[in-house]
């Protein structure tokens, strides 16, 4: 699939932003310490806080969603 021309892509700090507020939202909006935890136990983080390559993918649908309305259920 090919970007559009004016497509500037997402900061790698937004997508950090992005893949945090998700995981805040599933942790029940637990401290920055739990965020940080249980996306690294996702696999959305490495060790070093860094987005992996599941954490990007994970933020750019993320971002793609933005405008529609999503409904999580547990």
Partial sequence: M???PDH???AA???LSVVLGFVGMLSGGGNAD???RLATGYGW???NGQLTT???QLA??????SGTRTV???
Avoid: C, M, W, Y
């Avoid at 750019?60 to 969603?65: G, H």
């Fill in 2 to 4: 090919q970007e559009p």
């Fill in 8 to 10: 500037k892509p997402a």
């Fill in 13 to 15: 700090s937004d997508h």
């Fill in 34 to 36: 739990d965020v940080t």
């Fill in 45 to 47: 983080l490495d060790a």
């Fill in 54 to 56: 599941a954490g990007d």
């Fill in 60 to 65: 750019r649908a993320l971002i793609e969603q």
């Fill in 72 to 74: 999580f259920r547990v």
